[in-house]
């Protein structure tokens, strides 16, 4: 149904962002709390738009702004990390330097960017999202400006986002030529069709996937995600973890998904995709268990992630994908809220060494945290144990029991450096002096809410599978 | 043909203006006045002094509006036909990019410190 | 009159890619790359794709040289390369040079021997590219405006200095 309404929930999110940067730029005031109030505001304000959507199938734009169930689903999954992003972050910018207002205007840019990516299926629209979502992206991660490392990460980001980028634009540029489509369902008519250019097709799709690969960070194109991830201010590092893969993923399915049933693991790029989830998935942990930083044993923990969740993309389980991607988000956000909780006035903790001891301290805060360790090391009963349980099977079912047992080496390799965490924090003697600032309600607000969606979605998942199920109906 | 004269005439405006400077300039030159002046020692380099950073948020600034005024072009030519949703598309982009020319006016973007 | 002006600005293009690749200052070359990107703009004007032209003025000999100026002006380049890696970059160049000859001669070939039927260059007419871009491409042309404040806003927190530093 074309209806001005799908447009709404956008315009809420960039206007909302055009309010703070203006009103950064007028008031001038030290303390931020009213722009993080304003924009989580701006969030559910969207969410609510969205939520009336759910089932409407709106679009407009002649088609090219298409907000059907799938699109939704991701969005609602967008504003929650979105918003947990700003409250594990309205402490920490003015703790860590890095109290700019534009925090938060850039995180609703970015929002805006993966809301126009998943909510299309025109490959120009798609990377104009990717776009936004890519140069805000590039300027949160050096927004603490007078720390090197921050600014390395910016740098690092940039350089290796905008070669990703053309690598992007020059497969669009092959396909378009060849196809003369850059929407989803044109390019698919075209490689069904016949083996006219199919060659020349195939190689443009192969660019974009690369271009793709470096977005959602999968090996060989993951060089730059530790270094980003540890240099970027921590809320960043977490959005970062969520936000520009469950959108790469999300373009990934809506791409694959109309061949799912039709000779899918026997074409073309199944070989190249099967190859880049096993490396990714061994690489990732393999180099995790040598990482000290924690930020950086994360950023290879996200790696392999983006490898359990090829998985579920090739063994076209849309399902699947989804409900990883929403545990994964309360996971990690869940773990990166608890590093800055372990953190105070200038001074963060993320080297294994400064871990020891932690649980007996602060026992809230080490309790919490092993939840989320243990949730993305896979044991039951937390969620994380259920995501992987499920895109497993599946990918059984389809006949991909080598890459599903390859898939359960690297989670076992993965169990010891996320128990070496626990172990640091339960067994090891105090190395050096570590206080925390305490006092940061909306921080704790987040790990409480992360730590009940770990839960939640382990032992009950059933709601939102319900959701799921009607989100990936859209897609097929 | 009018293409031929807008380019003759514009050229060789061009080169006039170009030559003016050395038929109309004063023309006093000895030796030591064609060196690079360097106090006391002979030159070491000719290649340019590094640059204030603050150049860049200029050059920035200026890249990104000349991107927008590419699209003033076609804009322009299409207005007769469209009339309304011309002006309210464009009146759209503009109001976005004021409120980041105001934002960055603001910040002190233009400021020279 | 076509085929003088052509030849003009080839003559033109190809003098100031000479004149860049040979001038030992760096700021010199940028400018002679600013003279090369203006003679392509006229060369697209006489294929008759005149917003291609004006986009290749604007944004390559206007914006994208500035950023080139900039970084040339920011960064020492002074002493140039090694005598060791000086081999290695003439070494590459004539590879890189010889593929390049070679994609030219197959698309010489390739080529259609009579230039491109009238209606294949009808999309390219700037009121048909507004048309298009602000009827069916209307929402990319939008997002474009967010793009640009993104980056501006960017550009603007990372480099502006803050009041009291």
Redesign the interface.
């Known amino acids: 149904m074309n209806s001005f309404g799908a447009v709404v929930p956008l315009l809420v999110v960039v206007g909302a962002a055009l309010i703070v940067f203006l009103l950064e730029a007028f008031l001038k005031k030290e303390n931020k709390n009213y722009l993080a109030y304003l924009s989580l505001l701006a969030l559910i304000g969207c969410g609510i738009l969205s939520a009336n959507a759910w089932n409407g199938g709106l679009t407009y734009f002649d088609g090219m702004l298409r907000l059907d169930n799938a699109a939704l689903f991701l969005t609602f999954l967008f504003l929650i990390a979105v918003a947990f992003v700003i409250l594990i972050g309205m402490k920490y910018i003015s703790l860590q330097d890095a109290n700019h207002g534009e925090f938060y205007g850039l995180l609703l840019l970015a929002l805006s960017g993966l809301m126009i990516m998943v909510s299309s299926t025109h490959f120009i629209v798609i990377f104009l999202g990717l776009e936004v979502l890519s140069v805000s992206s590039y300027s949160l991660a050096g927004l603490k400006r007078k720390d090197d490392k921050s600014s390395e990460s910016a740098v690092k980001y940039f350089l290796m986002g905008s070669f990703a980028s053309a690598f992007l634009v020059f497969g669009l540029a092959i396909l378009f030529g060849t196809a003369q489509a850059l929407d989803i369902p044109g390019l698919v008519d075209f490689f069904k069709a016949g083996p006219d250019n199919q060659v020349l097709g195939v190689v443009g799709l192969g660019l974009v996937l690369v271009g793709f690969a470096f977005k959602i960070a999968i090996v060989p194109f993951h060089m730059w995600a530790p270094d980003v991830y540890e240099g970027a201010p921590t809320p960043v590092t977490a959005f970062f973890s969520i936000g520009p893969k469950a959108a790469g993923f999300a373009v990934l399915i809506r791409l694959l998904a109309p061949y799912w049933n039709a000779g899918f693991r026997s074409g073309k790029l199944f070989g190249f995709l099967w190859a880049l989830a096993a490396l990714t998935m061994l690489a990732g942990n393999l180099i995790a268990l040598r990482q000290n930083n924690i930020k950086r044993m994360f950023a290879y923990s996200s790696i392999a992630y983006a490898g359990y969740m090829l998985i579920a993309v090739l063994a076209g389980d849309g399902a699947g994908l989804l409900f990883f991607l929403t545990i994964y988000m309360f996971m990690s956000i869940g773990a990166f809220g608890s590093l800055i909780a372990l953190s105070r006035k200038g001074r963060e903790y993320n080297e294994l060494g400064d871990f020891a001891g932690v649980g007996f301290k602060y026992p809230w805060i080490g309790a919490i945290f092993a939840v989320f360790l243990l949730s993305l090391a896979g044991f039951p009963p937390t969620a994380g144990f259920l995501a992987k349980f499920y895109v497993f099977v599946a990918a059984v079912n389809q006949g991909l029991t080598p890459l599903v047992l390859i898939a359960v080496l690297a989670s076992l390799i993965s169990v010891y450096y996320y128990l070496r965490i626990i172990v640091y924090m339960y067994m090891r003697e105090p190395e050096r002096e570590v206080s925390i600032e305490m006092e940061n309600p909306a921080l704790y607000l987040v790990l409480f809410l992360c730590l009940y969606g770990v839960l939640q979605l382990g032992l009950f998942p059933g709601n939102v599978l319900y959701l799921i199920k009607q989100a990936v109906a859209a897609l097929l | 043909m009018e293409l031929v004269f807008v380019f003759l005439i514009f050229g060789l405006l061009g080169v006039v203006l170009l030559s003016m400077n050395a038929l109309l300039g004063p023309k006093k030159t000895n030796p030591d006045k064609e060196k690079p002046f360097e106090c006391g020692s002979p030159y070491l380099q000719n290649e340019i002094k590094p640059f204030p950073i603050k150049f860049s948020l200029v050059a920035f600034v200026f890249l990104l509006f000349d991107i927008e005024v590419v699209f003033f072009f076609p804009w322009a030519l299409i207005f007769k036909e469209m009339r309304g949703p011309a002006l309210v598309i464009m009146l759209a982009y503009g109001a976005v990019l004021a409120a980041g020319f105001i934002y960055a006016w603001k910040k002190g973007a233009f400021e020279w410190d | 009159?076509a085929i003088l002006?052509f030849f003009l600005f080839a003559a033109f293009a190809v003098g100031s890619v000479l004149g860049m690749i040979i001038s030992r200052?760096?700021?010199y070359s940028a400018l002679f790359l600013v003279v090369a990107f203006a003679s392509l703009g006229g060369l697209f004007g006489l294929l008759g794709a005149p917003?291609m032209a004006?986009?290749q003025i604007?944004?390559y000999a206007?914006?994208?040289m500035?950023?080139f100026i900039?970084v040339?002006?920011?960064?020492?380049?002074?002493e140039g390369i090694s005598a060791e890696k000086k081999k290695w970059t003439i070494a590459a160049a004539v590879f890189m040079g010889i593929i390049l000859l070679a994609e030219i001669v197959f698309a010489v070939k390739g080529a259609p021997a009579v230039p491109m039927a009238g209606q294949e260059m009808a999309g390219t007419s700037?009121?048909e590219?507004?048309?298009l871009?602000?009827t069916?491409?209307?929402?990319?042309?939008?997002?474009?405006?967010?793009?640009?404040?993104?980056?501006?806003?960017?550009?603007?927190?990372?480099?502006?200095?803050r009041?009291g530093e």
């Open positions: 009159m002006l200052n760096q700021a917003f004006v986009v604007i944004i206007g914006a994208i500035v950023l900039f040339i002006m920011m960064i020492h380049l002074g700037p009121t590219i507004g048309r871009l602000f069916k491409y209307l929402y990319p042309f939008e997002i474009t405006s967010i793009l640009i404040i993104a980056a501006l806003v960017g550009a603007v927190v990372l480099i502006k200095k009041e």
